[in-house]
């Protein structure tokens, strides 16, 4: 069994569109798609779709709250994973953890985490 799709819904469309797409695309998602209230990203048969709502309550996403904490993507060889958290500041993302990187996870997990302004965690993980 695989994942087949991950909604996420979103305050700022434009700013998670930024956000989102640098971070996806730069792992080798491709995106799928836009319209007037989302786009989506393809990594196999797994979609990430970014969506604004009428139906939402609130313009803030606090991982801290009960629901989604972050998301995790594997990344390949460390050096992809390095790559990434050094350029992530340039396009809307905030590392997270920096004093342990890369070993936050324990000293056999090579990974980086980053927030983006809106508050989501995206954890990147080395194989």
């Not at 700022?12 to 007037?36: F, N, V």
């Not at 801290?64 to 790559?83: C, I, K, Q, T, Y």
């Not at 990434?84 to 396009?91: D, E, K, L, S, V």
């Amino acid at each position: 069994m695989v994942l087949h799709h991950v909604e996420l819904w979103v305050a700022d469309l434009d700013a998670a569109r930024a956000e989102w797409g640098w971070l996806l695309e730069r792992l080798g998602w491709e995106h799928d798609g836009s319209w007037d209230e989302g786009s989506t990203w393809t990594s196999g048969a797994t979609y990430i779709t970014l969506t604004t709502s009428p139906n939402l309550h609130g313009d803030a996403h606090d991982r801290r709250m009960p629901g989604l904490n972050h998301l995790a993507f594997g990344a390949g060889e460390r050096s992809a994973v390095d790559a990434i958290m050094t350029a992530a500041p340039g396009h809307g993302w905030t590392p997270l953890y920096q004093e342990r990187y890369p070993h936050a996870g324990g000293p056999d997990h090579y990974a980086g985490w980053l927030e983006n302004s809106a508050g989501f965690k995206a954890e990147i993980v080395a194989a």
